[in-house]
């Protein structure tokens, strides 16, 4: 593949792993279209050209060949475009409405995130990442999509090791064996659980996903098994990296975080601008199906393309002092869930699962802070979150 590129070629994984934005940056002002040999993707990194390759499916498809999530997940929702993506998702999409899970802030999400500050809240300080964020989302997801049965651990291991298959580019044969072991671990679970549901519908994503059928289609257990697969994976991941994400950009900046721990309107600008700043989702990859030209690059038919969510969201172009965090910013919706046929189908559970949770701290948890002896460290540029996060607070009287 020919490419005009010269800074992208020295572009390497480790240095985007340790921190993608200043490698973001040169390549919009230098090499906005950018072949990265590292990857093996080109890298599209202003807004108007990630908002138009995921706005095109015709042109730029998330049904790419070779497809890390089919090859993992089986043919599902966000490797598919045309007539089989719209009948998934219009079978899917219902489940996710605020009519089927508006209930949750209060009767799924609040008794929870209340049940993990209890085990920590008298000590005065908190491992934020594995103590409350990640054990909030994985048992809010165990909810919504109806696998209460699955130990939390087990849905955990579940996560990594597909996630090491759908972000397995180089087709290492090793990864790929773990992640098919997963793969049919779960489709052996999900099918007495499925059984079950046959004849005892729920309110879960599960039963849902079983009984709902729209123009007189419904989906196959081997559907249901793929596209389930896709949900653990992200609704975990995001679920679990916008809320940790987001706490950790808002208190560090601790005039910002007293107003909004005031004055609890703030808290949803404060979580949209942590996922602006800090894009937990990196990327959307998509395939050129022709010839085509963009941001005055040509790409051949079958070139692999990334749109960089998390550069389109530091975009000068797009937004004014893009690398300063700012609650109180008004220049519209980012891209930290993606545009277009792809946008996140499980976005409104995450946004519930971090607004709940972040009223709830703030109300019982004084004085949170981050520990400054124990500084955050983040790493990513496809998924970006922070290892640990150590908080302090004003321990709660027992």
Not at 207 to 220: A, N, Y
Not at 321 to 336: I, T
Request: hydrophobic fraction near 40%; charged fraction near 30%.
């Amino acid at each position: 593949m020919s490419s005009t590129s010269t800074y992208g070629a020295t572009v390497t994984v480790e240095a985007l792993e340790s921190d993608p934005y200043p490698i973001y940056k040169r390549l919009r002002d230098e090499e906005p279209v950018s072949w990265v040999e590292s990857v093996g993707l080109w890298l599209v990194t202003r807004w108007d050209d990630v908002v138009h390759v995921d706005k095109t499916p015709d042109l730029f498809t998330g049904e790419t060949e070779p497809s890390t999530l089919n090859r993992t997940f089986g043919k599902n929702l966000l490797g598919s475009e045309g007539d089989y993506h719209s009948r998934i998702r219009s079978i899917i999409y219902p489940a996710f409405r605020v009519a089927a899970i508006g209930h949750y802030p209060d009767e799924v999400i609040a008794p929870l995130a209340n049940e993990l500050i209890d085990t920590f809240a008298g000590r005065g300080e908190v491992e934020f990442v594995s103590e409350f964020a990640e054990p909030l989302s994985a048992r809010a997801l165990r909810r919504a999509l109806g696998l209460e049965d699955v130990a939390e651990e087990t849905l955990r291991r579940w996560f990594v090791d597909l996630a090491t298959g759908a972000s397995n580019f180089e087709a290492d044969a090793a990864k790929q064996k773990i992640a098919d072991r997963a793969s049919a671990e779960v489709d052996e679970t999900l099918e007495p659980i499925l059984d079950r549901l046959e004849s005892t519908p729920d309110d879960t994503l599960l039963s849902s996903m079983l009984h709902s059928e729209v123009e007189g289609e419904r989906l196959t257990r081997q559907e249901i098994k793929s596209n389930l697969k896709v949900m653990i994976v992200g609704g975990l991941q995001a679920g679990t990296d916008l809320i940790a994400i987001s706490m950790w950009a808002l208190l560090s900046h601790p005039e910002q975080a007293a107003r909004v721990i005031g004055d609890h309107s703030l808290i949803d600008k404060a979580i949209e601008e942590g996922a602006r700043w800090h894009s937990p989702v990196g990327t959307s990859t998509r395939q050129a199906t022709r010839d085509a030209e963009l941001g005055g690059v040509k790409l051949e038919q079958g070139a692999l393309v990334a749109a960089v969510l998390a550069s389109a969201n530091r975009d000068e172009r797009q937004w004014t002092d893009p690398d300063r965090y700012n609650v109180e910013r008004r220049e519209g919706a980012h891209l930290a869930f993606a545009t277009g046929p792809h946008l996140c189908i499980g976005a409104r559970l995450g946004r519930y699962e971090a607004r709940t949770s972040y009223r709830i701290l703030f109300d019982r948890l004084r004085s949170l802070r981050v520990d400054p002896e124990r500084p955050t460290e983040l790493s990513g540029w496809e998924f970006r979150s922070p290892h640990h996060l150590h908080l302090l607070f004003d321990p709660e009287s027992t």
